[in-house]
């Protein structure tokens, strides 16, 4: 069975500085696709980096970045440079094989940003 | 390019009800999703369907069904709506499986009196 487990309900930040997101999984798949989204008060899913577990390199997208630990089946985001529009309630969505269409969530951690 | 749209954008609705959400993938995009987001409990998989077939369900009673059409638009209907279906209902859309990132649409709220 695929699960996605985020421990982390709520986390705050300082503007500029950095903070991590956690996220753990569990899947028998191989070969897969991790995702991170962010949802802002208005609602929409958006898309924030995507790693691809047979690539052994962090994924990296500006400020945002991913700590992927294949064996520990753990895969944190990292923001650095933290701004006020980073405030979200972030989503750890995956594992996604090859020939799964649907992504696994996890409950989602709400960041605040403050100035 | 446009994303995906979703209508409408609220509704309101009372036990025992029927009601019909849609949704329009982007363009080029074969695969629609379907996601219920209730308070407190994340993003619940509710259908998957890729070329007009359902190719994966989520834990849901069979009083939630949908159905994909063949320009890949969908929709999704519940019937005999109950107070726990209150949510946020997302719609997503890819271009295939694996790697292909899914795109959402702004939801519908829909609200149970």
């Known amino acids: 069975a695929q699960t996605v487990t985020q421990s982390q309900p709520e986390m705050s930040v300082q503007e500029a500085e950095t903070v991590t997101l956690s996220c753990t999984y569990d899947t028998s798949e191989s070969d897969y696709y991790l995702f991170w989204y962010k949802q802002p008060p208005s609602r929409q899913m958006i898309l924030v980096i995507r790693?691809?577990?047979?690539?052994?390199q962090n994924a990296t997208e500006n400020r945002f970045s991913v700590n992927f630990q294949k064996a520990a089946k753990s895969f944190s985001l990292k923001i650095s440079d933290s701004q006020l529009g980073d405030a979200a309630m972030y989503f750890c969505?995956?594992?996604?094989?090859?020939?799964?269409?649907?992504?696994?969530f996890g409950r989602g951690t709400q960041l605040t940003v403050w100035p | 390019e446009a994303g995906v749209t979703q209508s409408p954008t609220h509704l309101i609705k009372t036990r025992g009800q029927q009601v019909t959400l849609r949704c329009s993938p982007i363009?080029?995009?074969?695969?629609v999703y379907w996601y219920q987001q209730a308070l407190g409990l994340g993003l619940q998989f509710l259908l998957w369907y890729d070329e007009g077939e359902e190719r994966n369900r989520g834990n849901f009673p069979p009083r939630f069904s949908g159905r994909q059409f063949p320009n890949y638009s969908s929709e999704l209907n519940v019937n005999a709506l109950e107070l726990e279906d209150s949510a946020l209902y997302l719609c997503?859309?890819?271009?295939?499986?694996?790697?292909?990132?899914?795109?959402f649409g702004d939801g519908t709220r829909l609200s149970i009196l």
């Open positions: 969505g995956g594992p996604r094989g090859s020939t799964l269409g649907r992504l696994y």
């Open positions: 363009s080029g995009h074969t695969s």
């Open positions: 790693q691809e577990a047979y690539k052994q």
């Open positions: 997503a859309s890819s271009l295939g499986t694996g790697n292909q990132p899914q795109h």
